[in-house]
């Protein structure tokens, strides 16, 4: 099965990245994005692809130690942006404004559990973030763009956060579908 790691938002801050994420689909709407669902914004941790079924117990556990000497942390969201650029984006995000090193810390320390068990180390500096869409071609670029130039500093909101998820991802042809498998609370 395909799995993921992440942590959840609050809905009363996911419901202010949807309204921005609403606008900008309007603003930019001839661009080609494949734009994320309510159930697929989180912010991901690690990436872990395909775990064999009888793996997926030790992959718990090992979460599980990490998350237990791991205390809450206290997030926020804001900005919006792409990767690589604002000019010619290729994913579309929501930045995390308060808590970054945390939660950095957070995953440096998954990732090197993850890495014991035989995944593939990150290659890349964490950037928490959460995507609010994947462009697929140019086209409507430039309105996109400008959409996101528009959109300027949104402030989306804080919350706690005291637990991790270990999701599968299981691939349908309307889009991935998120289901949890194990929750482990942060701290124990």
């Known amino acids: 099965m395909r799995c ?3 942590i959840d938002v609050a809905p009363e801050v996911l419901a202010g990245i949807l309204r921005v994420q609403g606008a900008l689909r309007a603003t930019a709407a001839r661009a080609d994005v494949r734009w ?3 159930e697929q914004l989180h912010l991901t941790i690690k990436f872990l692809g395909a775990v064999p079924d009888e793996r997926v117990p030790d ?4 979460l599980g ?3 237990a000497a791991a205390a809450p942390i206290e997030l926020a969201a804001g900005g919006v942006g792409g990767f690589p650029s ?10 995390i404004t308060a808590g970054a ?3 950095a810390e957070l995953a440096r320390a998954v990732d090197g559990a993850m890495t014991r068990l035989g995944f593939a180390p990150e290659v890349r500096s964490f950037r928490g ?3 609010l869409g994947r462009v697929r071609s140019p086209r409507g670029g430039a309105a996109l763009a400008k ?5 300027g500093a949104p402030v989306f909101g804080a919350w706690s956060v005291s637990e991790v998820v270990l999701y599968e991802s299981r691939l349908r042809p309307t889009g991935a579908v998120y289901v949890p498998i194990s929750h482990h609370a942060l701290g124990g």
């Open 86 to 95: 604002v000019k010619s984006p290729r994913v579309l995000w929501v930045g």
């Open 129 to 131: 973030h959460l995507t």
């Open 59 to 62: 992959v718990s556990t090992a």
């Open 147 to 151: 959409a996101l130039g528009a959109a």
């Open 65 to 67: 130690t990490v998350t």
């Open 101 to 103: 090193p945390v939660l």
């Open 36 to 38: 994320a669902g309510r």
């Open 4 to 6: 993921f790691i992440a």
